[in-house]
Structure formats: structure tokens, C-alpha cells
């Protein structure tokens, strides 16, 4: 018997197909994404759909409880403030924030159905820690933080929510800066622990959120960035 019902937005590529992975023996899966193919063989329900083109989640297609949402899309504008236009700030907000938003207030009812139920996204280390060229991403972040705080306070002690604040992670969104030996020897080496992340390693930080052995924890974000937002070396 399955454990859980669980829905994965994103489940499709990067930490999201990973973390399908991870779970889908376990549990039952609902993978929300725009291509199913790499999640051919998986045991998983999965349904099309884009979160960012403004159109309601057909909520009669998941079950009745869902223990576990897990928001997986994400952006990676990375520029100079003075060249990003405000619509690239508009869709980052879109694909980061709101996307999770109106998922959310779909699926409420049936999270609150579930007695043990957890909310897992995923924000970056550049909200806490200042870096150039992160202005879209950081302030779309940042309100996924705000979101996290706020829904942890409000669906207390029913829902817990907590997000995962990372560092560079070596997925398809990241290519573009580790496409080369030069870019990822650097990439590498700008975090303490001498290595970039992996879609592993977020999965199963994910993993351990929505299980009860982190059933006291609510209202938290995680850095998981090899140690580059706190530490100097």
C-alpha cells in the first residue's frame, strides 16, 4: 500500500523528476508538468498542466487528501538591474510565486484533509545573501519566503510549510552556467564544501520534509547551499 498522496508541480525535470524518483515506490504521486515522457516507467498519475498561463488546476483529478505539495518550477534570470525589463520581473514572479499560489488555493481543501500533511518549495540562498544580478530571481524568492512564513502561521498546526533556500544545482535550468570545464570548475569552487549542488541532494532534503521525522518543523527555510551563504573561505 502506498503511504501518501503527494503532488509534485515540476516533477518532470531537474530536483522535481528527482525527487518522483526518490518517492514514487512508497507513495502515490500526482505530477503536475507540461511533458510526461521523462516520467515514463514511473508509477505516477500524471496530469498536464502550466501553472503560469493563468488557467484553475482541475482539482477533481487528485484524490481527496493530499499529504505532501511540493512546488518545483523556478528561473534563473541572472543581469544587471538597469537591463532587466519589468516584464522579466512580472513573469519571474509568475513562474516562482504565483504559479504556487494559485496551486495552493486549489488543493487547500484537500491538504487540510490529511493529518499530517507538508508544504515543501524552493527558494534561493541570494534572498539572505546579497549578490549582484539576482534582483528578479532574489524579490520573486523572497516572497516565496514570505509565503512560507505566513501559510506555515496560518495553517498551523494543520499544514506545515517549509522551503529549501539553494544554491547553484546541477539541472537543465543551470546548464547555461556549467556548459563548459571552465564554468563548472568555478562554479565548484565558489561554495566552501568544493562542489555545486545535485539534484540529489535537494530531493532528499525534500524528502525529509515531508516525512514525519521532521513532523516538529514548520515555518523554516533551509539553506542547503554547500555553505556559500554563510561562510568565507
Request: aromatic share 6%.
Given at each position: 500500500?502506498?503511504?501518501?498522496?503527494?503532488?509534485?508541480?515540476?516533477?518532470?525535470?531537474?530536483?522535481?523528476?528527482?525527487?518522483?524518483?526518490?518517492?514514487?515506490?512508497?507513495?502515490?504521486?500526482?505530477?503536475?508538468?507540461?511533458?510526461?515522457?521523462?516520467l515514463a516507467?514511473?508509477?505516477?498519475?500524471?496530469?498536464?498542466?502550466?501553472?503560469?498561463?493563468?488557467?484553475?488546476?482541475?482539482?477533481?483529478?487528485?484524490?481527496?487528501?493530499?499529504?505532501?505539495?511540493?512546488?518545483?518550477?523556478?528561473?534563473?534570470?541572472?543581469?544587471?538591474?538597469?537591463?532587466?525589463?519589468?516584464?522579466?520581473f512580472q513573469?519571474?514572479?509568475?513562474?516562482?510565486?504565483?504559479g504556487a499560489?494559485?496551486?495552493?488555493?486549489?488543493?487547500?481543501?484537500?491538504?487540510?484533509?490529511?493529518?499530517?500533511?507538508?508544504?515543501?518549495?524552493?527558494?534561493?540562498?541570494?534572498?539572505?545573501?546579497?549578490?549582484?544580478?539576482?534582483?528578479?530571481?532574489?524579490?520573486?524568492?523572497?516572497?516565496?519566503?514570505?509565503?512560507?512564513?505566513?501559510?506555515?502561521?496560518?495553517?498551523?498546526?494543520?499544514?506545515?510549510?517549509?522551503?529549501?533556500?539553494?544554491?547553484?544545482?546541477?539541472?537543465?535550468?543551470?546548464?547555461?552556467?556549467?556548459?563548459?570545464?571552465?564554468?563548472?570548475?568555478?562554479?565548484?569552487?565558489?561554495?566552501?564544501?568544493?562542489?555545486?549542488?545535485?539534484?540529489?541532494?535537494?530531493?532528499?532534503?525534500?524528502?525529509?520534509?515531508?516525512?514525519?521525522?521532521?513532523?516538529?518543523?514548520?515555518?523554516?527555510?533551509?539553506?542547503?547551499?554547500?555553505?556559500?551563504?554563510?561562510?568565507?573561505?
Amino acid at each position: 500500500m502506498k503511504n501518501k498522496n503527494i503532488l509534485v508541480v515540476g516533477g518532470s525535470s531537474g530536483i522535481g523528476l528527482e525527487l518522483v524518483k526518490q518517492l514514487a515506490s512508497d507513495n502515490q504521486l500526482f505530477v503536475l508538468g507540461r511533458n510526461q515522457a521523462p516520467l515514463a516507467g514511473l508509477d505516477v498519475h500524471f496530469i498536464s498542466h502550466d501553472v503560469t498561463d493563468g488557467t484553475d488546476l482541475d482539482s477533481s483529478t487528485l484524490p481527496e487528501r493530499l499529504d505532501g505539495f511540493v512546488y518545483c518550477p523556478g528561473s534563473i534570470n541572472l543581469r544587471p538591474f538597469k537591463g532587466i525589463k519589468p516584464e522579466v520581473f512580472q513573469q519571474d514572479m509568475e513562474v516562482n510565486a504565483f504559479g504556487a499560489v494559485r496551486t495552493l488555493q486549489k488543493i487547500a481543501p484537500l491538504l487540510m484533509n490529511s493529518s499530517e500533511a507538508s508544504i515543501v518549495f524552493f527558494s534561493t540562498v541570494a534572498v539572505q545573501t546579497g549578490m549582484p544580478f539576482h534582483s528578479s530571481i532574489a524579490m520573486a524568492k523572497g516572497a516565496l519566503e514570505g509565503l512560507t512564513r505566513s501559510l506555515a502561521a496560518e495553517w498551523a498546526p494543520k499544514v506545515r510549510v517549509n522551503s529549501i533556500a539553494l544554491s547553484l544545482v546541477d539541472t537543465p535550468l543551470a546548464a547555461k552556467f556549467t556548459n563548459n570545464a571552465d564554468k563548472l570548475e568555478k562554479a565548484n569552487a565558489r561554495h566552501p564544501l568544493g562542489r555545486m549542488g545535485s539534484a540529489a541532494d535537494a530531493a532528499q532534503m525534500t524528502v525529509f520534509l515531508l516525512s514525519e521525522k521532521s513532523s516538529w518543523m514548520t515555518g523554516q527555510i533551509l539553506h542547503l547551499d554547500g555553505g556559500i551563504g554563510n561562510l568565507k573561505t
